[in-house]
């Protein structure tokens, strides 16, 4: 029961708001009051997964090329992301880190805030994980500087997690302006797949359109609720994330020298593996390093 109730977590707050805020169409303390009870009751089962555990993870294709580290992973915790809502139980964030780069780090002492494009994940290609059909597709919102200083860090909490979880519930698009310009795919199966903080202009699909493993989608940009240029990708069971649990998921990739079906965590980087069907039947695993890889 509490399961199927964390489902619609995000719908109980909405409700709560317009009961709490409404108060001077209705003119009643009563269900005022019940609406804030209502509030506190949708956020608290933002933390209660709204599936059963125990769900086999959805082997997928990375939806990025080259080398990269794995940022809130589902294989070091979960929730990865603290929390149920939007579907994200299973997400990760994809941050490109070049080789010799050296080591990435979450926050900086300085400059307080960059352009976007000073970052090298911005305008990486983001390719589909898997076939699939486009059930939304939405690339307008801009592309913010950093917020990974300390003091762009205490910003990110105040306006993402306050104003941008606000506006989303105002406009009744839970998530919109939280996960920015992002793609959708059903996967089939119940399964959807959800690339988010895209670069604006850069979603090169509609809705509706048809995609095939590899094909790309857009950039990856820096808009929504982020601190800086990353991928955001998750699966969930529905499509629209305001009622959907997060579904498990993993993909071929090498670390430390070794080729895992998984998910990479840790903070440590990994190349993606792609298998490919020789014609004699046999598969190969490839991986794909390049800037223009297939």
């Known amino acids: 029961m509490i399961r199927r109730l964390a489902r ?9 708001m317009a009961l709490t ?12 009051l019940a609406g804030m009870v209502v509030i506190v009751a949708g956020l608290a089962l933002f933390f209660v997964p709204g599936a059963e555990p125990g769900r086999a993870p959805v082997v997928v294709r990375s939806p990025v090329r080259g080398r990269w580290v794995p940022v809130n992973s589902p294989a070091d915790r979960v929730p990865s992301h603290g929390t149920h809502e939007l579907g994200q139980t299973y997400a990760i964030d994809l941050v490109h880190v070049p080789e010799g ?29 898997a076939d699939g059909v486009v059930v939304h597709a939405g690339g ?26 606000l506006l989303s519930f105002l406009t009744l698009s839970p998530g919109r302006f939280v996960v920015g310009n992002a793609v959708v795919l059903d996967i089939g199966d119940g399964v959807y797949a959800v690339l988010a903080h895209l670069r604006r202009g850069s979603v090169r699909v509609r809705k509706g359109d048809r995609v095939r493993a590899g094909d790309v989608l857009g950039e990856v940009g820096n808009s929504g609720n982020s601190s800086e240029p990353h991928l955001h990708f998750h699966l969930m069971d529905r499509p629209r994330p305001g009622t959907a649990a997060g579904v498990p998921f993993a993909f071929r990739y090498e670390s430390d020298g070794e080729v895992r079906t998984g998910v990479p965590g840790g903070r440590r980087p990994f190349v993606p593996v792609v298998d490919e069907t020789a014609v004699d039947g046999t598969v190969v695993d490839k991986t794909v390093t390049g800037e223009t890889a297939a």
Request: glycine residues 10%; without cysteine.
């Open 140 to 165: 307008r919102q801009r592309d913010h500087w950093s917020r990974n200083s300390w003091p762009g860090f205490a910003y990110l909490l105040v306006e993402g997690m306050i104003f941008r979880a």
């Open 21 to 32: 805020f409404g108060e001077y169409l209705h003119g009643s303390d009563a269900l005022a």
């Open 8 to 16: 619609y977590s995000t719908p109980l707050v909405l409700l709560g």
């Open 101 to 129: 780069a050296g080591e990435w780090r979450p926050l900086r002492r300085r400059p307080l805030a960059a352009r976007p494009e000073t970052f090298p994940s911005f305008g990486r290609e983001v390719v589909a994980p």
